[in-house]
């Protein structure tokens, strides 16, 4: 909520700006303090002082109260200093987007923002200097639920071009929410990235003395710094302690959890690697080495693509206008890989006219395979490709990748059956 | 008392209250076994002013990690800072409010949760949520107004379970139980004043019928000062008995440490430098414990040079003790103390050492002093400093700080006074608007005062001023409420069983709080159907208290009540036994017999009816 129109006045006619130190006189009463922000849920007619104690509190300001501006803050502009690279230490780029890693409050006003630069959270982690060479990139400044696709192809760009430019390694810091999505799109687009890309988020913001965005981001650096793997993966916490990290492979990875740090958990694989506090660095997998080669990012998506998860009740009249109206579908299907009568029929016909349609599942563990029951054997038939243990939101950002990217239908369709990112396998062992 | 009239005192009250806890659903009790320890490490973060604030960065150079242990029932996700907070609980927000009514404070139009930032680990968030709830209210004490300046409601830290080896064990049981915390004015003068405002605010609280009783419910902070002396924090007392010798020591501390400043500037000392110099060559052969310890795990021995600093370190009889106040400094860097020269040679440090020293330091003026510390290189250098600079600053007289109070009496030094750029919006939590209509709720059915309590134990229930008057104060009133609505006549052995009977039975090394109030009231129960005598009750507690259940106390001890026939036949052989006295005195021998007559019966009869049944006995002997 905004402020009300009385108060609004009040305050344009005296001046008063977040943060300045102000008296509100109101009837027998004065208040002194610091204007703070008002907040989304505070009443219209509510100003926030933060008083000398340190303390908030609302007063609401009636139609006679005084409001006069005592002091302006001083404006401190705090002046860095890229430090000399280091020789002997690899060079890491951090190109950053954003989001709970990034964002802070801004302490004059109360407010959170994702306001903070890359080079102001390397200096609250001064000791990734000792680690490597960072060099900032600003790339954006949202949180994580308005990235789109368009800003994937910029980040594809910009990481492309820092390895080309020199970087042993990118680190993204990316919100959390859409952050396997990125590390997909990532994935697909940078295809054999000769360098780790690295994506890193935090559960808690950066303001917090608790934040996993110091601690993931120092995993993060000794996994880039070791060199030892390419491709686009994620790190975050591998439990709910301060004391070891997994680094998932960027196409097999999800959140799993609204807000626990050891959300994101690798699907159908074990991660690719993890570091423990003091940083040890263990592989688990096999993983492609780095190599001196270029980075090329091929970033055309189709965005007539659309992702749909199966629920008993799914109506087709609702549904099949929308699906007829794409280029793809990703269905997210029950168990093996499987969808209602009435929906199996709009299937079909999205087949027909020459729609790819790719069958996940919802499950997320385990494979589909629809030999094994009628409905499966149907939509087989009918020309639903199946992809395995393929997550659903992976094959959805593969899908627009793919059809981007090939000479027709049928050849994204061959591609998407295709491994092309790690994003499937023929084996799932006991994890 | 001269000294009294010069202390300037102020007392913080935070107090448990008895709701779920404050951010989760949680029951907000503690917990005997913790499961799991989860591995986190705390950095201080920049505060609004761009920097990093600077009891933070004391509690972090300490290079601790934290483990925390999860408790079934009292702990979840929000507690281990993997969940954002709810809440706050409405109870305790009620009860911050009516609260705040009572000190006539002012409440907040809109109520904002604030993130005050403690990165010691008691918080897993690395900061404790806490909220101004009102300000501007008084309290009477003893006919002199103390201003409240704040009333905030706010969670409590983990508990501390161990330490060691650079990590400290925290449970979350008590992590998030809601605090009301109330802040007087500097307003207190006198040690004791300070705790009867302690008293009386307690008091108020338990009005609210809403807090937490027992120890470690609630606790009591002091800032102390005295005129040229600085604002001293003293965090965590427990006992109020022991609130006047905190502020009397606090009050002679300071001008112990005044005196010192008077000599140094006297004297011209100048700041001390920090720089420290490799002795440990000096030592080699040293048969100091401390010293061999130190130097067999490669540790080395540390001097620096005190110029000026001679005499007030430890002097005049012990009454001048700077080197107490750098050794607890030093303390808090990690290492076991350190030695300085108003103390030397001792601690199996020989003369030949210190001369050495002397001359190693070159030392020549009439007031130079040195410190030493043996410890592992890095240790002992940053322990020195911490001294150098804590010697420095006696220069200036008192530092502000914040120590720990110890139990008998005194304090030590903790950590310097937190900055007041430790806090920002807990954005988590939505602002709380409260309204008129609200208030004008509140108002109106505010709990009863402690002195309204008073007269209406007076009146209904028969008890006389002192009695109500210490029946409110020692927080017994409600109980002996319940008692006399339950049980008809109980007034008096109740208000004597709280007065009287659990002080004695306190004195004779019983453990009162273990009689738990269902146990009492089961005891008033059986006593008020006559299945003991009311003498015996003292006794039945005392069994109570060593872990019998009330219903079995009485025959445990044979102190079940006996019928009238079997006290008759008891009196009657008493009285037999002492037939010629009985038979000279006459009636008048029942005085005299009454003492044999209720040790025989052993608290079993009531002593009205033995001693009816006393004077019908001797009736019937002289016809
Ligand atoms: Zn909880």
């Known amino acids: 909520m905004v402020y009300s129109e009385m108060l609004s006045k009040k305050l344009e006619g005296a001046d008063a700006k977040e943060g300045d130190r102000i008296s509100l006189r109101k009837g027998d009463e004065e208040y002194v303090g610091r204007l703070m922000a008002h907040h989304d849920f505070s009443a219209p007619d509510i100003l926030i002082l933060k008083m000398s104690s340190g303390y908030n509190i609302g007063i609401r300001v009636l139609k006679d109260s005084e409001i006069k501006v005592l002091e302006r803050p001083a404006v401190k502009t705090v002046e860095r200093e890229e430090p000399e690279p280091r020789k002997g230490l690899p060079n890491i780029s951090l190109v950053s987007t954003g989001g709970t890693i990034a964002s802070f409050v801004d302490y004059r006003t109360g407010a959170v923002r994702p306001a903070m630069s890359a080079s102001e959270l390397v200096d609250a982690v001064p000791e990734l200097r000792d680690i490597a060479n960072i060099k900032t990139r600003p790339l954006f400044s949202i949180f994580s639920e308005n990235m789109d696709i368009i800003h ?155 992702l749909l998860q199966y629920y008993p009740g799914m109506d087709p009249k609702v549904f099949a206008p929308i699906i007829s109206g794409s280029r793809g579908v990703v269905i997210a299907g029950t168990g093996l890989g499987h969808v209602g009568e009435p929906m199996c029929r709009v299937l079909k016909d999205a087949c027909d006219r020459g729609i790819a349609v790719i069958m996940t599942t919802q499950c997320l563990g385990g494979t589909t395979n629809m030999n094994v029951y009628d409905t499966g054997r149907d939509l087989l038939s009918a020309g639903v490709i199946p992809v395995g243990d393929m997550l659903p939101e992976v094959a959805y950002v593969k899908l627009m990748w793919a059809l981007a990217n090939s000479e027709s239908v049928e050849d994204a369709k061959r591609m998407m059956t295709e491994t092309m990112a790690n994003e499937s396998g023929n084996r799932r062992c006991l994890l | 008392m001269k000294d009294a009239q010069e202390i300037v005192c102020g007392i913080e009250i935070h107090q448990q209250l008895s709701t779920r806890k404050l951010f989760c659903s949680c029951e907000s009790r503690l917990c005997d076994e913790g499961e799991g320890a989860y591995f986190r490490k705390l950095r201080p973060t920049t505060g609004e002013s761009g920097e990093i604030d600077r009891a933070a960065l004391a509690q972090y150079n300490k290079g601790m990690g934290f483990r925390y242990q999860m408790a079934e029932d009292v702990s979840c996700l929000v507690d281990l800072d993997e969940e954002p907070p709810s809440g706050p609980d409405p109870e305790a927000l009620e009860t911050a409010l009516v609260f705040s009514e009572m000190l006539h404070a002012k409440i907040a139009d809109e109520i904002h949760f604030m993130r005050k930032v403690v990165v010691d680990g008691s918080n897993t968030g690395g900061y404790q949520r806490s909220a101004l709830i009102s300000t501007g209210g008084w309290v009477e004490v003893n006919g002199r107004r103390i201003s409240i300046l704040s009333v905030c409601l706010e969670e409590d830290a983990a508990r501390k379970i161990e330490e060691k080896d650079g990590e400290i064990t925290f449970r979350l049981d008590r992590l998030g139980i809601p605090l009301i915390e109330v802040a007087t004015g500097p307003d207190i003068r006198s040690p004791e004043e300070a705790m009867e405002t302690a008293l009386r605010i307690g008091t108020l609280l338990r009005a609210t019928k809403r807090v937490k009783r027992g120890i470690g419910t609630i606790r009591e902070d002091l800032n102390i000062s005295i005129p040229g002396g600085a604002r001293v924090e003293l965090k965590g007392a427990q006992e109020l008995r022991m609130l006047p010798d905190y502020v009397a020591n606090e009050a002679k501390r300071q001008k112990m440490l005044l005196t010192i400043k008077d000599i140094l500037i006297q004297r011209g000392t100048e700041p001390a430098d920090t720089g420290t110099e490799d002795v440990t060559d000096i030592f080699a052969g040293s048969e100091s414990k401390v010293i061999k310890g130190a130097l067999s795990s490669k540790g080395k021995v540390l001097a620096v040079r005190l110029p000026g600093f001679a005499g007030v370190m430890n002097g005049d009889g012990g009454n001048l003790r700077l080197g107490a106040e750098m050794a607890q400094r030093a303390r808090s860097h990690g290492v076991k103390g350190i030695f300085h020269s108003d103390e030397l040679p001792a601690y199996g440090i020989e003369q030949r050492c210190v001369d050495d020293l002397i ?111 210490q029946l409110v104060r020692q927080d017994f009133s409600e109980l002996f409420e319940r008692i006399c609505s339950a049980y008809s006549d109980m007034s008096a052995a109740a208000a004597t069983t709280f007065l009287n009977t659990y002080s004695e039975l306190e004195r004779s090394g019983v453990d009162t709080s273990r009689i738990s109030e269902e146990d009492i009231m089961a005891a008033f129960s059986m006593l008020s159907e006559s299945k003991f005598a009311k003498e015996a009750l003292p006794e039945i507690l005392k069994e109570i208290a060593a872990g019998t259940p009330p219903e079995k106390a009485p025959a445990k001890l044979g102190l079940e009540s006996v019928d009238d026939s079997e006290a008759q036949r008891i009196i009657e052989s008493v009285v037999k036994e002492r037939e010629e006295f009985v038979r000279s005195k006459g009636k008048a021998a029942a005085g005299p017999l009454m003492g044999p007559v209720m040790e025989s019966l052993r608290g079993k009869v009531d002593g009205k009816k033995a001693s009816r049944l006393l004077s019908e006995a001797i009736e019937k002997l002289i016809g």
């Open chain 1, 152 to 306: 994937w192809q910029k980040l594809a760009d910009a990481v492309a071009e820092e390895i080309n430019a020199g970087a042993d390694a990118v680190i993204v810091p990316h919100g959390t929410d859409t952050m396997s999505y990125t590390a997909a799109a990532l994935s697909f687009m940078l295809g054999d990235v000769p360098k780790p890309v690295v994506l890193v988020g935090a559960q808690r913001s950066s303001d917090r003395p608790s934040s996993d965005a110091f601690s993931n981001l120092m995993a993060c650096a000794r996994f880039c710094a070791e060199g030892k793997a390419a491709g686009v993966f994620v790190v975050m916490h591998e439990g709910l302690g301060d004391d070891l990290f997994s680094v998932h492979i960027g196409s097999r990875v999800r959140k799993m959890h609204t807000s626990r740090r050891d959300a994101f958990r690798s699907i159908n694989v074990p991660p690719a690697a993890t570091v423990s506090k003091d940083g040890k660095v263990e592989y688990l997998t096999e993983l492609r080495a780095p190599s001196p080669g270029k980075a090329e990012a091929r970033t055309a998506m189709d965005d007539g693509t659309i």
């Open chain 2, 359 to 469: 001359g190693r330091l070159g030392m020549n003026g009439a007031n130079d002093a040195f410190a030493i510390c043996a410890a592992p290189e890095r240790k002992a250098r940053s322990a020195l400093t911490a001294a150098v600079e804590r010697a420095n600053e006696a220069l200036t007289g008192v530092p502000e700080e914040t120590r720990d109070p110890l139990p008998d009496g005194t304090s030590k030094y903790s950590r310097p006074l937190p900055g007041a750029s430790r806090m920002y919006p807990e954005t988590d939590v939505p602002p709380i608007g409260i309204t008129d209509s609200r208030l004008d709720h509140i108002r109106a059915d505010l709990p009863e005062l402690p002195e309204e309590t008073e007269e209406r134990l007076i009146r209904e229930h028969g008890v006389n001023r002192q009695q109500a008057r």
